[in-house]
């Protein structure tokens, strides 16, 4: 029978929230920064001339083969060492986090603007702005 002791948690609560906060702020912080960073590429992957959507293609391909450990652990060992100066635990993951989670948001957006048929696009276009169509 397992037995769980759960009395470590009281005294070490301040601990927990402080980590609890940094976890929070990580997050609240990676989805914002994802999010953009994944709507510029979506933007160059569906919409931009041909070398920027080769780059963004393999930047996203290249981002969703890789583990997430392992881009955290270059951030924080080996980007000190490109730029010669120490980044600080709380942006290395940070940066890694918005790189790594911008190739699936941008394949989420990619997947849900490609599913709207042609002709619903071309309705939407026309009706949101004539001017397009009418030369107004």
């Given amino acids: 029978m397992l ?21 929070l702020w990580l997050t609240v912080l990676s989805i914002i ?6 709507t510029v590429i979506v ?8 070398p920027l959507r080769l780059i ?18 270059w951030f924080y060992f080996l980007v000190p060492l490109v ?24 394949e989420t957006m990619r997947a849900g603007i490609q599913s709207v048929p042609r002709g619903q696009l071309a309705a939407a276009i026309s009706e949101l702005a004539p001017e397009i169509w009418t030369g107004r």
């Fill in 83 to 106: 730029i010669g100066r120490p980044v600080g635990q709380f942006f290395s993951v940070l940066i890694a986090f918005i790189l790594f989670e911008a190739a699936y948001f941008s």
């Fill in 43 to 50: 933007l160059a992957r569906l919409f931009g001339p041909l």
């Fill in 56 to 73: 963004a293609f393999a930047y996203v391909n290249f981002c969703r083969s890789v583990p997430l450990v392992l881009v955290v652990f």
């Fill in 3 to 23: 037995s769980l002791d759960f009395g470590i948690i009281g005294p070490n609560a301040a601990f927990l929230w402080e980590g609890m906060k940094i976890t």
């Fill in 33 to 38: 920064g994802a999010a953009i960073l994944g």
